[in-house]
């Protein structure tokens, strides 16, 4: 009897014991996914540096539209949207258009929403690839490589498509476009807006990136807004993000910004917020349109902050059940 109690008492103990390291197994489990999913979030350095100094690189030329240099600016970003699942918009990822006798083509990535009603609406994030090209020579160095104007705002587009993909709680629609031909009057915005416009999109907000490689220093926030003053834009970004990202740099209402990047096209034709973030406040960095726009110079933790920052703000964007950002 006293043997059998034995044998009983010992195989309860092994399966309580068993059970207690399953469920601490599984617990294991869950915190090693959570962590995991969170750090798939974060945007990595290490790749935002990688993947700039690509783009601001001598193969590619200086990326000016209608190049071979910027062909290969193209093609590596849609191999980075096919990693990622990022779908064409389009038939393929390239929006075509002529401009000035030169083949030029916007990059447009898409990921649709899972709501129902709100996938039907859209956010656009974008920013322009090209740049100008050869520039004035100093010393042996003409070529104009466009660091900070504007492969930091390419490489944030990607990041926050990449993020995206793997978001799967969004509920509008979101396009991914690089334009080309801004360096020539905007002209790869006006020609998708155009086009947009004429398909009915129901477009929400455009959120444009431009010059964000170098921190303004001496400001309570990471980035300004142009067009500030237009919108409750700011505003409702800094609460979806829970800090002050945006604010407000006079020299952009100063020099007219708002309507200088390729939110501005988007704004013409929809009569939507359609803003421009940047960091480039004309104190923090002397190599507009210069051979010296560079990838060293480049501030790649500020710029993975940012996008980091940026990131929830978008993302509450196109979960909200209203449209709340609206123009004033």
Do not use: W
């Not at 995991?36 to 200086?62: P, V």
């Not at 096919?82 to 006798?101: A, I, W």
């Not at 142009?226 to 409702?236: H, I, L, P």
């Not at 993000?241 to 034709?269: C, I, T, W």
């Amino acid at each position: 009897m006293k043997n059998n109690l034995f044998k009983l008492t010992a195989v309860l103990f092994a399966a309580f014991f068993l059970a207690c390291n399953s469920t601490q197994d599984k617990n294991s489990d869950d915190a090693t996914a959570q962590e995991t999913e969170i750090a798939s979030f974060e945007a990595s350095e290490a790749e935002i540096e990688e993947n700039l100094r690509f783009l601001a690189s001598d193969e590619l030329q200086g990326r000016a539209t209608g190049t071979e240099g910027i062909e290969k600016a193209a093609t590596f970003i849609e191999e980075y949207f096919q990693e990622y699942n990022v779908e064409p918009y389009f038939e393929d990822y390239r929006d075509r258009f002529e401009v000035e006798g030169k083949e030029a083509f916007n990059i447009v990535g898409f990921l649709e929403g899972n709501d129902p009603e709100l996938k039907d609406e859209f956010i656009i994030i974008g920013a322009h690839y090209d740049h100008i090209g050869i520039g004035e020579a100093v010393g042996n160095d003409s070529i104009a490589n466009g660091a900070n104007d504007n492969a930091a705002g390419t490489v944030a587009v990607m990041e926050l498509a990449r993020k995206f993909a793997l978001k799967d709680n969004k509920g509008r629609s979101i396009l991914f476009v690089l334009f080309s031909g801004e360096e020539l009057g905007l002209t790869g915005s006006e020609h998708i807006a155009q086009k947009l416009k004429a398909e009915n999109l129901d477009l929400y907000a455009v959120v444009n990136l431009e010059m964000i490689g170098i921190p303004m220093q001496g400001k309570n926030h990471l980035a300004y807004l142009t067009g500030y003053e237009n919108s409750n834009f700011a505003e409702k970004f800094n609460e979806y993000a829970g800090e002050k990202v945006l604010g407000f740099l006079p020299q952009a209402k100063e020099y007219n910004l708002f309507q200088r990047s390729d939110n501005y096209p988007f704004f013409e034709e929809f009569n939507i917020p359609a803003q421009t973030i940047s960091t480039f406040d004309f104190t923090n960095y002397e190599y507009y349109h210069h051979v010296s726009d560079e990838a060293d110079n480049m501030d790649f933790q500020h710029m993975t902050n940012l996008i980091d920052a940026v990131f929830p703000a978008i993302l509450e964007m196109t979960n909200t059940e209203e449209k709340e950002i609206k123009l004033n």
